[in-house]
């Protein structure tokens, strides 16, 4: 008979795991204390894992059992993809060639019952080579006066023995995709190191993490890497707990090379061993200097929307910021002695994609730098203007944005309205009326190079700033490159993102935005501008910098790149130029 049963979504990743994913849902149908569903997320595999789990829906004794697919994005991203698909309030997680033992959820969820703690964990078996050995965590939970601290140094917490609040596994942004190892332990130090949170791990052995040659205790020297890095980003937290904190940092290099060269050791790969040993005190200076000198970095989040400009832009290296520094130094050098008041006759068509909610004063100072160099103009109105050849007597800024963020309502649309403002928003249609609970997949695919989630606009945001006097043009349907499309497929693109915007909003859609916007990189200049003029688009906007003057093209607009971030002397620089 089934049940009883705990709210609780287990969850599996699972990769060319045919051969051990029946065993693992077995020890979660064998529960006496059984969870109310099972998220299995297939991460690409070639061997039947997905026909594998499928198979065994009918032997979880009531359990329901979600099995999923994705292409092969590593384990956080398949975890990610569960904890979004969960519907419990608790998640437990097991991988997919690993067991728990048949008590696993009834001695763990009564020290969940009091809401005190965010998450929980107890000891497991280490099973190799036909043996196993339990492995003491709550002993190195209760080794310092501070756990997080014993946490940061010894990394005792298993994935397969955690069972977290699910609320608090998203506010910290899921498992870090860009990391092939050590997701884990990422998250549960991003969790359990912000204020007032609380969490435990008993001394019972409940679950059996199983070695195999595909098994992550298998691969030595991603693991050291990737355990590094994590040292490195979170040990600014330290600096808040007891004790002295580089001596946290230095236990845990110490510890993580360690490791490494016993694993090497066991392997017989001795001169392997001999390395990493002797690499030790360049990673002891490395970690040091990171945190001496360098900056906090940013939580990565794969879970929710950011807010921030800084969450948008994630972690940069060093390098990264150097660049960025002397290139704004360069700008500032630049400008000096600029003005955009000293050549008139022009249409400047600045565009944004984002006002996130740390750049909202710096978009407020940028129209009012605008103002004060020009007169704002509509897009329907520029656009006039150019196709009439009328000569073009005054200085004219026309604000466009791409894309559709929500940050332009949220964050964009009071300062426009304020300010009295017209813009327009450039709108890929499909990913218009997304959700980043329901669409993740989708959202993450926005971007070729990153794994972040995007907030887009939906049609009811749409119709509420079309009130406030925004219009809207097409950015294509799937934000596509022309480039890459064949005539036919432009063509389809334009034309069903125009026929969904005027159906969505009741009005004509005569400007389209090329994604991307570079001539013969993003678009075909000689082909692209023809098809939009033939469905009707009395526009064709690009991302090439420069101002339009009398004679020039509505089918070939110039446009300026901004940050809402930038100050006055950027503006001054780029505006000066074409």
Known sequence: MAGPFADVSVVVPAYRAAATIGRTLDSIADQTLKPRQVVVVDDGSDDGTFEAATARADAMD???????????????????????????????????????????????????????????????????????????????????????????????????????????????????????????????????????????????????????????????????RCCLEVARRYSHDLKDRPGWPLASVAFRVVALHYEAVQAFRH?????????????????????????????????????????????????????????????????????????????????????????????????????????????????????????????????YFCVTFDDGFRSCRTNALPILADKGVPATVFLPTRYIDTRPDRDRDLLMGFYDDRRLVIDFLGWGDCREMMAAGVTFGSHTESHANLAALD?????????????????????????FCAPFGLPRVHFDPDRDPGIARRLGYRSFLSGVRGAMRTGDSPMMVRRDHLLASWGAHQLRYFFSHG
């Not at 698909?85 to 763990?108: G, Y």
């Not at 970690?287 to 929710?304: E, K, Q, V, Y």
Request: aromatic share 8%; with cysteine.
């Open 487 to 511: 005539a036919a497929g432009v063509e389809g693109e334009l034309d069903r993102s125009k026929r969904t915007i005027e159906e969505r909003t009741g009005t004509a859609c005569a400007h």
């Open 62 to 224: 009531g359990i329901e059992l979600t099995v999923l697919r994705q292409d092969n994005r590593g384990p956080g991203a398949a975890r990610n993809h569960a904890v979004v698909a969960a519907t419990q309030p608790l998640l437990a997680f097991l991988d997919a060639d690993d067991e728990w033992l048949p008590s696993k959820l009834e001695r763990t969820m009564p020290h969940l019952e009091d809401g005190r703690y965010v998450l929980v964990a107890h000891d497991y078996l280490f099973a190799r080579d036909g043996t196993e050995a339990a492995v003491d965590c709550v002993g190195n939970f209760r080794a310092g006066p501070d756990p997080l601290v014993s946490l940061y140094r010894r990394g005792y917490i298993a994935t397969t023995t955690v069972v977290a609040r699910r609320d608090a596994v998203i506010a910290a942004g899921g498992f870090d995709e860009t990391l092939p190892n050590a997701q884990d332990f990422a998250l549960w130090l991003s969790m359990l190191s912000r204020p007032d949170t609380r969490f435990h791990v008993f001394g019972e052995a409940l679950t059996r993490y199983n070695v195999t040659p595909g098994s992550v205790m298998h691969h030595v020297m991603r693991r050291l």
């Open 267 to 395: 392997q017989g790969r001795f001169l392997a061993a001999a390395r990493v040993a002797a690499a030790t005190p360049v990673s002891l200076a490395a970690l040091t200097l990171a945190h001496l000198f360098g900056p906090r970095p940013p939580r990565p989040d794969f879970l929710n929307p950011p807010s921030t400009y800084r969450q948008y832009l994630g972690r940069r290296s060093l390098r990264q910021r150097l660049r960025a520094k002397a290139r704004d130094a360069a700008v500032f050098a630049l400008s000096v002695g600029r003005s955009p008041r000293r050549r008139g006759g022009w249409i400047r068509f600045p565009y944004y994609h984002h006002v996130f909610d740390d750049e909202r004063s710096g978009f407020a100072r940028q129209l009012n730098a605008m103002r004060a160099w020009g007169e704002f103009i509509a897009l329907d109105d520029a656009i006039a203007l150019l196709a009439a050849g009328d000569p073009v007597d005054g200085r």
